[in-house]
C-alpha cells in the first residue's frame, strides 16, 4: 500500500524529470501545486503548510498555492463556523460527536449543495486562474467538490491528491469520493479505505505530514534515566489544567513543561500559583518538535496534529482529553500501537497513568518507547512532496 502506484517505473529524483522535460520540450517550467485546506481544526491547516514547504525543499521549480476557499468565498460565513466549531469541540462535544455522525451518512454532505455551491465556483475559479499540474487537498469536503468541477472543466483534469489528516477511525466522507491518490498516516487507515472499496494502488502509507523540524531531531534514548521530563499542553479550563500540574508535581523525580499553546492564560495562571523550580512554561513556540522530542512524555488533547508529532519525535503519550468523533481515531491509534493510555475523566486518572509509565524502572514507558519507534514517520513530508512531484510532472509533460 505504500508504493507510488502508475508511476513506479520511475526511481529518478524530481530534478531529473524536469530536466528530461527541458531535453523533450526545450523548457523547465515551473510545477504548479495547488493544495486546498480549511480552517475547521488545525491539523489541515498544519498538513497544508507542511506539504508546500517539502515541495520547496525539494524543487526549485515549484510554485505552490495553499488555499483556504471557505474562507475566500464565504469569509463571514466561515468566521462563524470556525466558532461554533471552537466551542462545540471544547464545551458541547456531544454536538460534535452528532455532527460527525451526521457527515459520515451519505447524502450529509449532498444535503449541503446550495451552501458549498459559492466554494464549489471559486474552486473552479483558482483552478482556472492557477492551471495547477496537480491538486492536493488536506480536507476531505474538496473531493466532492472537485467531482463536479471537473464535468466542465478542461483545467480541472489534472491530479487530485487527499492526504487523509484523521486516523485509523476516519469519517467516510474521507473517501466516499474519487481521488487519484490517497496518502494517509498508518496501515490501519489504509486498511479502513481499503475495506471500504479503495483500491489498494491508490492508497499510499507516507506518515503524516509533521514539520521538517522532525527529520533534524534526535529523540531520548530509550535508556534515559530520571527525573522524568514530562511535556502538558494544558485544556481550556484553568481548574482542571492547575490540578493536573499540581499533582504532576507532587510525584517524586517529575519535571513539568507546560506549552500553552492558543490558551496562554492558562499556564500563566498555573505558573503564578504553583511556584517550583521544577516547572518551566513555553508560550506559543515553533519549537514544538524540539520539546516532544527533548521529554519522555506527553500529556493532552488526542487531536491529530500533536499526536503525529508527537510519535514523529517518538514521546509516548497520555491523552488527558479528546473530542468524540475524529479523536477517538487517534486514541484508538496509540492504543493498537501501545505507545501510550487514555488517561481522560479525572485528574486521578492522569496521575495514575503517569505513575504505571514510570514505575518498576519505568518498564511500561520504555514498552511504549519501543513500540513507537515502529510508527514514527518524521520524513513523511518529504516521501508525501516526491510523490506529489512525480505525478504532477508526469501530469504536465
Avoid at 34 to 63: F, Q
Avoid at 74 to 99: D, E, G
Avoid at 136 to 145: A, G, H, R, W
Avoid at 212 to 234: A, C, G, H, M, R
Amino acid at each position: 500500500m505504500d508504493g507510488n502506484p502508475n508511476i513506479n517505473l520511475l526511481s529518478c529524483k524530481p530534478a531529473s524529470f524536469h530536466l528530461l522535460r527541458f531535453f523533450l520540450f526545450g523548457s523547465s517550467d515551473i510545477v504548479k501545486f495547488l493544495i486546498l485546506s480549511a480552517s475547521h481544526g488545525e491539523g489541515h491547516n498544519t498538513a497544508a503548510r507542511n506539504v508546500r514547504d517539502a515541495i520547496l525543499s525539494e524543487s526549485p521549480y515549484a510554485e505552490v498555492h495553499v488555499m483556504d476557499l471557505f474562507g475566500i468565498a464565504l469569509p463571514h460565513l466561515n468566521h462563524w463556523i470556525q466558532r461554533c466549531y471552537s466551542l462545540a469541540i471544547n464545551q458541547f462535544t456531544f454536538l460534535w460527536k452528532v455532527a460527525f455522525l451526521a457527515f459520515d451518512r451519505e447524502g450529509t454532505v449532498e444535503a449541503t449543495l446550495p451552501f458549498l455551491g459559492l466554494v464549489k465556483r471559486e474552486l473552479n475559479r483558482q483552478i482556472e486562474k492557477l492551471g495547477p499540474d496537480i491538486i492536493i487537498s488536506t480536507y476531505p469536503l474538496y473531493s466532492f467538490l472537485i467531482r463536479g468541477v471537473r464535468k466542465h472543466s478542461e483545467a480541472a483534469q489534472v491530479p487530485f491528491v487527499t492526504v487523509v489528516t484523521d486516523s485509523t477511525m476516519i469519517n467516510s466522507v474521507w473517501y466516499r469520493y474519487p481521488s487519484d491518490a490517497f496518502v494517509v498516516a498508518d496501515a490501519s487507515t489504509a486498511r479502513v479505505l481499503s475495506s471500504h472499496g479503495v483500491a489498494i494502488r491508490r492508497i499510499h502509507v507516507l506518515g503524516f505530514p509533521v514539520s521538517l523540524d522532525f527529520e533534524n531531531i534526535v529523540p531520548l534514548p530509550q535508556s534515559t534515566p530520571p527525573p522524568w521530563k514530562i511535556l502538558f499542553l494544558p485544556s481550556t479550563r484553568v481548574t482542571h489544567s492547575l490540578r493536573v500540574a499540581r499533582l504532576l508535581l507532587a510525584l517524586p523525580d517529575i519535571y513539568l513543561t507546560i506549552l500553552s499553546g492558543k490558551h496562554p492564560h492558562v499556564a500563566e495562571t498555573i505558573r503564578a500559583r504553583l511556584n517550583s523550580e521544577r516547572l518551566r512554561t513555553f508560550s506559543w513556540t515553533k519549537q514544538v518538535p524540539q520539546l516532544l522530542a527533548s521529554h519522555h512524555l506527553f500529556i493532552g488533547k488526542a487531536g491529530g496534529a500533536i499526536t503525529q508529532e508527537a510519535i514523529a519525535a517518538q514521546c509516548p503519550m497520555v491523552v488527558s482529553h479528546f473530542v468524540p468523533g475524529q479523536e477517538e481515531g487517534n486514541i484508538q491509534l496509540i492504543e493498537e500501537a501501545k505507545i501510550g493510555i487514555l488517561a481522560a475523566g479525572s485528574v486521578t486518572n492522569i496521575g495514575n497513568a503517569v505513575v504505571r509509565a514510570f514505575s518498576e524502572d519505568a518498564i511500561l514507558w520504555k514498552f511504549w518507547k519501543k513500540n513507537i519507534v515502529k510508527v514514527s514517520y518524521p520524513s513523511a513530508s518529504r516521501k508525501i512532496a516526491k510523490l506529489l512531484l512525480k505525478m504532477a510532472v508526469f501530469s504536465s509533460l
